[in-house]
Structures are given as structure tokens and as C-alpha cells.
């Protein structure tokens, strides 16, 4: 397991955007399969994107799509998040981990996710 840091959140306007990155510790996340996800209050935590370990492949919730960028930078041990077009139904905590593909099912520990709030 990889210890997986969250950062980036904050407050923003709709329409806005916000960068995410997602910082692990170890070469190990050279291999894994990565996502972030995000849990809205009251509400289940859901599936937002994901990126395979070459980075070669990327898989995006219907409700992100067109919207959100994911990638990563494996000489950085980062993957990020890129949102743009920001809507009020977007403020969650984002949360980063292992998944497996192509059932995008977290794998790994949960971080303590990073908060993302957009006002409309």
C-alpha cells in the first residue's frame, strides 16, 4: 500500500477551475492504476476518474467528462486532476487511490481527501 496525499481544493466560482495532484511516496505507484473519486455530503462516494499505470488510457464519469483531465507524472510520483467548468454540484471532498481497471473499483487506502467547493 502506498500512501497516497490529496491537495489542490479550495473555493471557487462556477465556471471556474481548480488543479488537483495526488502525491505518493513510493516508486510503487509506477505500477498502479489510479482514480480519484468524491463523496458529496450526504451522498455515497462516486467514481470520477481514472488513469492506467502507463498513463495511456483514462476513463471519466459521465457527469465529468469533457469537463476533467486526469493525468500523472510518474518521474513525480503525482497524478493529477484538472477540472474545468466548475458547477456547484462538483463540491465534494476528492479523495485519490488505486483502482482496478477496467471496473474502476478502489483498491488501495483511502487519504484524507482534499475539499472542493464551488459556489454558483
Known amino acids: 500500500q502506498v500512501p497516497l496525499?490529496?491537495?489542490?481544493?479550495?473555493?471557487?466560482?462556477?465556471?471556474?477551475?481548480?488543479?488537483?495532484?495526488?502525491a505518493a511516496s513510493g516508486?510503487?505507484?509506477l505500477t498502479y492504476n489510479?482514480?480519484?473519486?468524491?463523496?458529496?455530503?450526504?451522498?455515497?462516494?462516486e467514481?470520477?476518474?481514472g488513469i492506467s499505470w502507463t498513463g495511456t488510457r483514462t476513463f471519466y464519469a459521465d457527469s465529468v467528462k469533457g469537463r476533467f483531465n486526469i493525468s500523472r507524472d510518474n518521474a513525480k510520483y503525482t497524478m493529477y486532476l484538472q477540472m474545468n467548468k466548475l458547477k456547484p454540484e462538483d463540491t465534494a471532498v476528492y479523495y485519490c487511490t488505486?483502482?482496478?481497471?477496467p471496473s474502476?473499483?478502489?483498491s488501495g487506502p483511502w487519504g484524507q481527501g482534499t475539499q472542493v467547493t464551488v459556489s454558483s
Open 34 to 45: 489510479m482514480g480519484w473519486f468524491r463523496q458529496a455530503p450526504g451522498k455515497e462516494r
Open 5 to 22: 496525499a490529496e491537495s489542490g481544493g479550495g473555493l471557487v466560482q462556477a465556471g471556474g477551475s481548480l488543479r488537483l495532484s495526488c
Open 104 to 106: 474502476m473499483t478502489p
Open 98 to 101: 488505486n483502482i482496478g481497471i
Open 27 to 29: 516508486r510503487t505507484m
Open 47 to 49: 467514481f470520477v476518474a
